[in-house]
Structure formats: structure tokens, C-alpha cells
């Protein structure tokens, strides 16, 4: 039998800390889709075409790895791609809640999905998107923090 994880979020964009959440949730998964929300960021700063392709060059090297868009609930695609697995990253506290709330919601919505909280490599657990966008807009250096190919598209943007 082939278990299949899915791993949702933003990704506005991807960071290091994505990256690192990727590779572990093929620990236990044979499959791993990273799915990119089309309308959960309300004014995204990357389109989700640019997103998607921030992340396949950010982990080019696993072939069980696949990334996808979707509209709508997380629940009802995860159901449709046939995932068993919603993968999350819990970085602190201040996560909680929100992280148990949608959990709970996404159970209630598909009893048979099971929500899995994955903890990043400890030199990452500060790193949020929203970090790292905001650094780079005010020209700080990202570099180290995002794959290559997110520290180059953020230059793009905000120093063309
Ligand atoms: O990276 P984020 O912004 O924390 O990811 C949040 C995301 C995209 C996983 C969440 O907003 C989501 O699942 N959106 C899809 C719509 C949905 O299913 N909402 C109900 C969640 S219980």
C-alpha cells in the first residue's frame, strides 16, 4: 500500500524551513505532494505559478515529491489525491492553536485525514515566510535562509 502525505501551505514564499518539512515528511510517506493554496495569502507577493516553481527547483533530487495547486478546501483535494496525511510544521507555541484548530476542522470535514506535526531543524524554527519577506523588502540579507532559486526571485522583486 502507498501512503501519501500532503503537505499545504502558502509558501510565499518557500523557505528553508519548507524545504527541511519536505524532506522529512518522506520519512513517512511514500509520497509527498506539496500543495500550494491559490487563495490563502489575501495579497500574495508571488503568483502560484512562481511558487510551485520556487519549490521544484528548491527540491529537484526526490522523485516521490510532487507539487500542486489547489483551490478550495484542503480537506476535500487531500481526499481527491488520495492523501491519508496533512503534514504541518510546528515551529512554537505561538503556532498551537491555529495549527489545532485546522486539524480538528479538516478531521471533522474528512474523518478518515490525519493531521501529522512535523518539528524543523532546530537553526530554522525562527523562519516564517512573512520573515523573511519583510527582511528582503527592506534589503536585509535572506540568503541561507531560502533555497537559491526563492534568494534570486526576491531580488527580482524588490531591487530589479
Ligand atoms: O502556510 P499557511 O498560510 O499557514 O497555510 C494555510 C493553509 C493553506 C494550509 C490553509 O489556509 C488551508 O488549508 N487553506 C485552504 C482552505 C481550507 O481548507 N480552509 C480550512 C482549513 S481547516
Known amino acids: 500500500m502507498t501512503r501519501t502525505a500532503i503537505y499545504p501551505g502558502s509558501f510565499d514564499p518557500p523557505t528553508r524551513g519548507h524545504e527541511d518539512l519536505i524532506r522529512r515528511s518522506?520519512?513517512?510517506?511514500?509520497r509527498v505532494i506539496v500543495a500550494v493554496a491559490v487563495n490563502s495569502a489575501k495579497q500574495p507577493l508571488f503568483a502560484v505559478e512562481e511558487r510551485l516553481a520556487m519549490l521544484r527547483a528548491a527540491v529537484p533530487d526526490e522523485p516521490n515529491v510532487s507539487?500542486?495547486?489547489f483551490d478550495g478546501l484542503l480537506a476535500e483535494f487531500a481526499v481527491r489525491v488520495g492523501a491519508t496525511l496533512i503534514v504541518r510544521g510546528l515551529r512554537a507555541v505561538s503556532d498551537f492553536e491555529y495549527?489545532?484548530?485546522m486539524a480538528l476542522m479538516n478531521r471533522r470535514l474528512h474523518p478518515s485525514?490525519?493531521?501529522?506535526f512535523l518539528v524543523p531543524a532546530v537553526d530554522l524554527t525562527y523562519l516564517s515566510s512573512s520573515l523573511v519577506r519583510e527582511v528582503a523588502r527592506y534589503g536585509g540579507d535572506?540568503?541561507?535562509l531560502v533555497p537559491a532559486s526563492v534568494a534570486d526571485a526576491l531580488t527580482a522583486r524588490f531591487r530589479p
Do not use: I, K, P, Y
Open 26 to 30: 518522506l520519512r513517512l510517506a511514500d
Open 67 to 69: 507539487f500542486e495547486s
Open 99 to 101: 495549527e489545532f484548530q
Open 113 to 116: 485525514l490525519e493531521t501529522v
Open 142 to 144: 535572506v540568503s541561507g
